[in-house]
C-alpha cells in the first residue's frame, strides 16, 4: 500500500494580511456591541459596530455615530488600538509581539513582513520593523506631548487623553476625533482652524505617516542628502510636496477669504493635507465650492504611500502614470525618472491599481445615490473618502440606510487590501538591462 501524504497549505503573504485585517475587524465590531462600550450601556448594532471597527482598522475616519459622545472611554480605546494596528498594519504588529516574546521569525514570517510594508527585500527586515515601531511611538509621543498644553488647558486632566487620542489618530491617517458631545457631534477639528499648534502638530503627524516607512529609513538614514535616497522616496517626497502646495494655492484663493491672513493660510494648508487619507478638517466642507470638493476629491483617490499608514491608490501610482503619460506625449517607448527608465510592469500595475480605484468609488456612488435619492456629486465625495480610507465627510454618512452603510464598509476594506491584491498576483523581481527602475523601487497599489 503506497503512503499517501499529506502536504499542509500554507496561506501566502497576500492571505494572511487580508485575512488578518478581517478577524481583526470582526473581533473589533464584536467587542464594540458590548454595553460598556457605550456611554449609554446599551448594545450596540452590529452593523453600526462593524462599521465603526472597519474604519478605524482601516484609518479611515467615517462614523456613523459620533465617537465622543456615543461612545464610552472602553469603546473610545478599543476604537484607538483598532486604529494602531490598522495604521502599523496586521502582520507588523503581529512581528512585534513575536520580537517580544523573544521567539525566531521564520523565513516565511519575514517574506510577509517585506510585503506589508512593501520592503525592497527581505535581508534587514526585523531591524526595519523594530524601526519602524520605535518611530511610530516615538513620534506619536511628541505630537501628543506638543498638543497636551492646548488640550489640557480646554479639557483639564481629560486633555490628556484627548492629546494622546488625536495624536495617535492623525498619525495613522485615520482622521477620528473625540471632540463631539451630544450638543454638538462631528465637529472634528473645527473649533481650532485658527490654533498654530493644533494645525502644524495634526499636518505634520499625517504628513509623516503618509510618506511611508521606507522613506523615514531613507531620512533617518542619508539625512539631507537627497541624491542618496532611494528612487522610490525621490518620487514619494515630490510630488507629496506637489499635492500639497498645489491644492493650497487654490483653496487659499477660492476659499476661506473671509478668514484673517493666518487662519486663511492654516486653513488651505490643513485642507490640502488632510484629504490625503487623514480625515480631520478645521473648516466647513460643504461651504466649500464645487471646484475645491472635486479636487479634494481627487486627493483621497491618490491618498498617501506605499508601506505607510496612509490608504488610496498612492502618491506613486499616480507619478508612474504622470510619467508614463509624458512618455507617450514624448514619442518614447519607456517612463523615466531622473535618467532612469521605469520597468514596464511598474506601468501596468499603476494602471490596474488607478482602474480598481476609480471602479469602486463611480460604482460605489451610483448605488448609494440610487438607493438614497442623494446628488450623485455628494455619494462620490463619501465613496471617493471611504475606498481611499480618508474619513472626510460632507455629513450624510449616518443618515445612510443600513445597505450604503455596508456598502461603505466594502470600499474601506478594499481601498485598505485591494491594491495590495494586484501586486502580489503580479509581481515580477526579474532584473532588466539598460539601467530600468525594477518594480521594487516604485511600488504601486
Known amino acids: 500500500m503506497p503512503k499517501i501524504t499529506h502536504r499542509k ?21 464584536l467587542i464594540l456591541m458590548l454595553p460598556f462600550s457605550s456611554t449609554a450601556g446599551v448594545v450596540t448594532p452590529f452593523h453600526e459596530a462593524l462599521f465603526t471597527s472597519t474604519s478605524a482598522v482601516c484609518v479611515t475616519g467615517l462614523v456613523v455615530q459620533d465617537t465622543g459622545s456615543y461612545w464610552s472611554a472602553f ?3 478599543v476604537i484607538l488600538l483598532l486604529i494602531q494596528i490598522g495604521g502599523l498594519g496586521v502582520v507588523t504588529v503581529a512581528a512585534l509581539f513575536a520580537m517580544l ?86 465637529p472634528s477639528l473645527t473649533g481650532y482652524i485658527g490654533n498654530p499648534a493644533i494645525n502644524i502638530t495634526i499636518m505634520l503627524l499625517i504628513i509623516v505617516g503618509g510618506i511611508g516607512f521606507l522613506t523615514w529609513d531613507d531620512i533617518y538614514t542619508n539625512k539631507w542628502h537627497f541624491k542618496k535616497y532611494r528612487m522610490q522616496s525621490k518620487v514619494i517626497l515630490v510630488t507629496t510636496a506637489i499635492l500639497i502646495i498645489a491644492p ?70 499616480l507619478a508612474v502614470l504622470i510619467l508614463s503619460a509624458f512618455s507617450v506625449c514624448r514619442k518614447k517607448d519607456d517612463a523615466e525618472v531622473c535618467g532612469r527608465r521605469i520597468d514596464g510592469s511598474a506601468v501596468k500595475n499603476a494602471a490596474a491599481v488607478a482602474v480598481m480605484y476609480f471602479l469602486l468609488f463611480f460604482v460605489g456612488g451610483i448605488v448609494i445615490s440610487t ?12 465613496t471617493a473618502s471611504a475606498v481611499g480610507t480618508v474619513g472626510l465627510t460632507l455629513g450624510i454618512t449616518p443618515q445612510l440606510g443600513v445597505l450604503s452603510q455596508l456598502i461603505l464598509i466594502v470600499l474601506m476594506y478594499l481601498g485598505r487590501v485591494g491594491g495590495l491584491t494586484l501586486i502580489y498576483a503580479a509581481v515580477s523581481n526579474k532584473n532588466h538591462s539598460g539601467a530600468k527602475l525594477p518594480l521594487e523601487k516604485i511600488t504601486v497599489g
Request: aromatic letters at 10%; a positive charge; glycine letters at 12%.
Open 248 to 317: 493650497a494655492v487654490f483653496f487659499f484663493f477660492c476659499d476661506f477669504t473671509g478668514l484673517p491672513l493666518a487662519e486663511r493660510i492654516l486653513a488651505s494648508l490643513f485642507q490640502s493635507v488632510t484629504p490625503r487619507t487623514a480625515g480631520f478638517n478645521t473648516a466647513d466642507l460643504s461651504a466649500m465650492t464645487g471646484s475645491s470638493k472635486a479636487i479634494m476629491t481627487l486627493l483621497m483617490l491618490v491618498g498617501g504611500s506605499p508601506g505607510s499608514t496612509a490608504g488610496g491608490m498612492k502618491t506613486t501610482t
Open 101 to 186: 516574546s523573544g521567539r525566531k521569525i521564520s523565513l516565511m514570517q519575514r517574506s510577509t513582513m517585506q510585503d506589508a510594508i512593501s520592503a525592497p527585500k527581505v535581508g534587514g527586515i526585523v531591524r526595519l520593523t523594530r524601526f519602524i515601531v520605535r518611530g511610530t511611538f516615538l513620534i506619536e509621543l511628541i505630537g501628543m506631548i506638543v498638543m497636551l498644553p492646548t488640550f489640557c488647558g480646554n479639557y483639564g486632566i481629560k486633555g490628556i487623553w484627548m492629546a494622546a487620542f488625536h495624536s495617535v489618530s492623525a498619525f495613522c491617517n485615520a482622521g477620528f476625533d473625540i471632540l463631539g458631545t451630544a450638543e454638538n457631534k462631528y
Open 9 to 29: 497549505k500554507r496561506l501566502s503573504s497576500f492571505k494572511l494580511i487580508v485575512l488578518g485585517f478581517a478577524g481583526v475587524i470582526v473581533l473589533g465590531a
Open 75 to 77: 469603546g473610545q480605546t
Open 371 to 382: 438607493a438614497e435619492g442623494l446628488p450623485l456629486s455628494t455619494c462620490l465625495y463619501e
